[in-house]
């Protein structure tokens, strides 16, 4: 199983973006997807996952300003950010939860500049 995250990039604060992360290969279902991030110096922390029945968590810094999507179809995990700020500058890192195992994907680069 692979995820292609992409979608990261530089914005002014206040700005948006959106991450989309694709997952591919031998799938039969997965449980729940969802997005890490990783400043520098700092520890990865969750940003907001979503299940396969399409129930939400979002950590408190990001409620209100980030939306958390899926296509099952597609196998597709999506994070629309808006009202950016310099502090949701991070590497952001997608994940899928297959049931066994937890699969992650690569980083996408966010720079938020004042």
């Known amino acids: 199983v692979q995820l292609q995250a992409s979608g990261g990039g530089l914005v002014r604060a206040g700005g948006s973006l959106r991450l989309s992360c694709a997952a591919s290969?031998?799938?039969?279902?997965?449980?729940?997807m969802g997005w890490y991030r990783q400043a520098p110096g700092k520890q990865r922390e969750l940003v907001a996952t979503?299940?396969?029945?399409?129930?939400?968590n979002y950590a408190d810094s990001v409620k209100g300003r980030f939306t958390i999507s899926r296509d099952n179809a597609k196998n597709t995990v999506y994070l629309q950010m808006n009202s950016l700020k310099p502090e949701d500058t991070a590497v952001y890192h997608c994940?899928?939860?297959?049931?066994?195992?937890?699969?992650w994907g690569q980083g996408t680069q966010v720079t938020v500049s004042s």
């Open positions: 994940n899928a939860d297959l049931g066994l195992r937890l699969y």
């Open positions: 979503i299940s396969s029945g399409g129930v939400t």
């Open positions: 290969g031998s799938i039969r279902s997965i449980v729940a």
